[in-house]
């Protein structure tokens, strides 16, 4: 047995990280006994360690300088490779530490040059900083996202009195639930409301005041317990319900549960005079799996909250055409992608350089004397290299476009018809509301004004590049010109919002000429697949999608009707925001005629389907092209957060969805999916879908009366044909009855007999009759 000396133990530090006394106690015997050491005792020598120490952690290997363990001395790291412990090796005579070496490179860079991880790997990497207490990387961690900001919403969490035990308890009432009704989900009703007041419809000053202005007598009549399952608040922070709400979804996803939540109404309970407790009621649903299939009980159309969000999890909404990502991700993902790309054929071109080198090194050295032809054979060889590598450079150099820029700012010096032309009266406009704008910020209001002219001179250079590099460069100027703002400006964010919409509106109103569907993409194609498939699509009902709108109801049509105004009207806004804005007011029409229609408050499970009913019903043009536009030009916190992100979100679900339906979603045969995508038949659609809303409704009811006549028509007709049917039946049946009954007499004749004897002659030829005693007679008694 191996004895070490050492310190006493010291107590934990309260962040969880382990001081170097901690670890140095960590390493009081090997993990794995040596050979030496199952033979003898170990020497207590000082361990030696090499200038270049050899790692494996948990099997992936490292190779560093012992100065970089040794750089921070009170950590783990240091005390480990300090000498006064032992730390065993493997079979290559690495040093052997039995931990995840995932991140433990994070934490190498950190300890050579300082860099910190990108924000995807910073839980990961301060969890193992804690390991190996490396104090200065635990502090720099905490000032980083998302660590920061956890800290900013626990510091929330910690004003609300009870929030991780309402939190079990809202997962143990969803698992008995579930248990009960054997079902993979549970739904239960939260209460959430941010002041302990309640809302009257009257106006009352003075019992309308703030719960700690009241006396204790008033407060008792305002006490009362809501009818739900677990009740938050009240609270005093700036925080809104809606804040808590995030909170209670994170968490509870952080626990591998799918929730999805809306509001159902506000508690009606009656509390003094003409006071009722108006507290908001949410439904929360909590399901403990996922279904490994895509279809749903909603025939495939039911799209969980959560697949709308960015797959990274950062909680903002993502997009297919970001591949699940959500904008900042999505760049974030882009820039990785396009750097490694562009190191592989750095790496490519300079090895061909050097092999090509090599080769013509080797070719020199072997023939000293060359004859003419051959010399010349190799000049021309040599300058085909050089122009390869030069070109392949010029390629990939940040100053490539150095000299054609300025060549075209030479060829734009002269009169253009681009530049020089006549700007359009929308454009004129436009100019003119944002220097309005600007003008009451001043100062401010100049340097906005001069950025953005810069950045509309260096589009007009930039039209070249791909649109996708074009995108890119108008997000950066979105988001530098946001960050000036607020770190110079100290403007604060509801103005910056303003802001951002109106130069948004000014520069993509001079740029939506050139960079909505251009021809170097395929968006057209794309426009045109899509019209095609919905004409092919025309045949679908609501009733196949499930749509809960009745549009018999006139306002409930009217509200289709707008609907799909409202998203064919989006192709003629120039605006992205100004496009969003379409879609929402579409949204907003479509959750009106679910509410009138179901006389209830719509869900994001009916609100998908109608969605798709209205795409499929207006077709609108360039929808592709729309879309695309919207997602390479506009302002990243639309698409990323509010109504606007979320309703753009399930427009993109929604096309997706039709591009993909198929018979399954639709809930009908592979046979008839083909015959009515093919155009043989079509389904029985109802009159009432052909007419205009402008028709006479005195015509409608007319016509509508002469198809029920046509429906009785032929109905009276098919009761007539089953009751001939039915009678010759009858006739049949009963001509077979005689002939069977002819077929039994023939076969079995009837014989008649002669009629029977009297019955006083029954015993008339019984000899044995004179034997018999004589009958006895009846005597009288007189009396």
Known sequence: MVVVTGREPDSRRPDGAMSSSDAEDDFLEPATPTATQAGHALPLLP???????????????????????????????????????????????????????????????????GDLPPRERVRAVYKEAQYYAIGPLLEQLENMQPLKGEKVRQAFLGLMPYYKDHLERIVEIAR???????????????????????????????????????????????????????????????????????????????????????????????????????????????????????????????????????????????????????SK??????????????????????????????????????????????????????????????????????????????????????????????????TDRVSKEFIEFLKTFHKTGQEIYKQTKLFLEAMHYKRDLSIEEQSECTQDFYQNVAERMQTRGKVSPERVEKIMDQIEKYIMTRLYKYVFCPETTDDEKKDLAIQKRIRALHWVTPQMLCVPVNEEIPEVSDMVVKAITDIIEMDSKRVPRDKLACITKCSKHIFNAIKITKNEPASADDFLPTLIYIVLKGNPPRLQSNIQYITRFCNPSRLMTGEDGYYFTNLCCAVAFIEKLDAQSLNLSQEDFDRYMSGQTSPRKQESENWSPDACLGVKQMYKNLDLLSQLNERQERIMNEAKKLEKDLIDWTDGIAKKVQDIVEKCPLEIKPPNQSLAAIDSENVENDKLPPPLQPQVYAG
């Open 176 to 326: 008995l639930r579930a248990v009960q009704r054997k079902a993979r989900f549970a739904k239960l009703k939260v209460c959430v409301f941010k002041e302990e007041m309640p809302i009257t419809p009257y106006e009352c000053p003075l019992l309308n005041s703030l719960r700690f202005e009241r006396s204790e007598s008033d407060g008792q009549l305002f006490e009362h317990h809501c009818e739900v399952d677990v009740s938050f608040g009240p609270w005093e922070a700036v925080a809104d319900v809606y804040d808590l709400l995030h909170c209670l979804v994170t968490d509870l996803s952080a626990q591998g549960l799918i929730v999805d939540h809306q509001c159902i109404g506000v508690c009606d309970k009656h509390l003094i005079n003409h006071y009722y407790c108006k507290r908001p009621i949410y439904e929360f649903k909590i399901t403990w799996w996922k279904k490994m299939s895509l279809k749903s009980e909603r025939r495939g159309i039911h799209v969980d909250q959560s697949e709308l969000l960015c797959k990274k999890g950062c909680g903002y909404y993502g997009n297919p055409a970001w591949h699940g990502f959500c």
């Open 329 to 426: 991700c999505w760049r974030e993902e882009y820039h990785k992608a396009r750097q490694k790309q562009i190191q592989e054929d750095w790496e490519l071109a300079e090895r061909l350089q050097r092999e090509e080198e090599e080769a013509f090194a080797s070719s020199q050295s072997s023939q000293g004397a060359q004859s003419l032809t051959f010399s010349k054979f190799e000049e021309k060889k040599t300058n085909e290299k050089t122009r390869k590598v030069t070109t392949v450079k010029k390629f990939f150099s940040a100053s490539s476009r150095v000299g054609s820029k300025k060549a075209e700012i030479q060829e734009a010096k002269a009169p253009s018809p681009s530049i020089n032309r006549q700007t359009s009266i929308e």
């Open 47 to 113: 361990q030696e360690f090499p200038e270049v120490v050899p790692l494996n952690i948990g099997g992936a290997h490292f190779t560093t300088r012992l100065s970089t363990l040794r750089r921070y001395e009170d950590t783990m790291l240091a005390a480990m490779f300090s000498g006064r412990h032992y730390i065993p090796t493997d079979a290559e005579g690495r040093y052997f530490i039995d931990r995840d070496g995932t991140h433990f490179g994070d934490v190498l860079n950190f300890l050579r040059s």
